[in-house]
């Protein structure tokens, strides 16, 4: 399995390749892996105005839930989705209804964690964010660590600008705020410090 935790479905239309809103339903297509789930989505991509942008087949395939909070997915009952769409009031809700789940699965499951999954009051990130606090994925990682053969961790904070025009493009289109040198600094150093928490849970 692969779990990602990500505010975001990243499962998203995208006619130039794979890029870091398009990869998972590459990664659902993949033979060996049995399921995808995407932990703390609170962004509008999934809602009813956006669903055309989403990659469909795995989601009508069974290969991919998203697990949600504050969007309304009540409209995928009628077109026979409402088994990928898992929606709920609280994270602490959604983190116990996933472990709870997972509970008796012995299948080996591959992490992925964006950062920007987590409250603005945990961590500031480029991307508008989720509502999930440290302890929701540190919990996570030590319900699954047995059975985890990978990792990786996401959602730098920077003010990088590519040279090429078309990256800058679609850049301008996530519409992300300015950021002043001294809120850079002071942010790039919380970014750290939950990047060492995060690494001593997966490797303590």
């Known amino acids: 399995q692969v779990v990602v935790f990500d505010n975001h479905p990243d499962n998203m239309r995208y006619l130039f390749g794979i890029h870091c809103g398009s990869w998972i339903s590459y990664v659902a ?29 795995p ?17 995928t009952k009628k077109i026979g989705l409402s088994h990928a769409f898992r929606d709920f ?7 116990a209804s996933f472990l709870s789940e997972q509970y008796h699965s012995t299948q080996p499951i591959y992490l992925s964690i964006d950062k920007d999954v987590l409250s603005e009051e945990v961590v500031h990130t480029n991307w ?56 850079l600094s002071n942010w790039q150093q919380e970014q750290h410090q939950l990047n060492l928490t995060l690494l001593k849970a997966l490797l303590g």
């Open 29 to 57: 297509n993949l033979p060996f892996v049995s399921h995808v789930h995407v932990l703390g989505i609170t962004s509008q991509d999934i809602g009813l105005f956006h669903f055309w942008e989403n990659r469909w087949s």
């Open 59 to 75: 989601l009508f395939h069974k290969k991919l839930t998203y697990w949600s909070l504050d969007v309304n997915v009540a409209w």
């Open 89 to 95: 009031a609280t994270p602490a809700d959604l983190i």
């Open 128 to 183: 508008d964010q989720g509502k999930l606090q440290t302890y929701h994925i540190l919990d996570t990682i030590t319900s699954i660590k047995p059975r985890l053969i990978g990792s990786d961790i996401t959602g730098e904070l920077s003010i990088w600008r590519s040279s090429n025009w078309f990256k800058r493009f679609l850049s301008s289109l996530d519409k992300q705020p300015m950021i002043s040198s001294d809120d």
